[in-house]
């Protein structure tokens, strides 16, 4: 998801480096607005940000209707404690 620019640097400057070969995001496109044709640039990086997202929930023919907006990140939370997308009980609302 393309972050506001306070919002990227403060992710990137809390990114350790980039992803190992094997990312579960591999390949993966990406676009910036639902139907567009044209695809973002990414760099795939090792997954040890946790960060709080808000997100429609509609899929139409396998992709997210609406895209994800970034909150903030949860520094006092490790990706241990977070389950796997897709994995683990539903997220709570609110």
């Known amino acids: 998801m393309p972050l506001r620019t306070a919002a990227g640097r403060l992710v990137a400057g809390h990114l350790a480096a980039a992803a190992a070969p094997g990312h579960q995001w591999e390949g993966v496109r990406f676009a910036a607005t639902w139907g567009a044709r044209d695809v973002l640039d990414t760099?795939?990086?090792r997954p040890d940000l946790v960060a709080?997202?808000?997100a429609g929930t509609a899929i139409d023919r396998g992709v997210f209707r609406h895209p994800f907006r970034f909150?903030?990140?949860r520094m006092v939370v490790t990706v241990e404690d977070v389950p796997r997308f897709g994995q683990g009980p539903a997220a709570a609302a609110g």
Do not use: A, M, Q
Request: net charge positive; glycine share 0%.
């Open 43 to 45: 760099l795939l990086v």
């Open 71 to 73: 909150k903030r990140l």
């Open 52 to 54: 709080e997202i808000s």
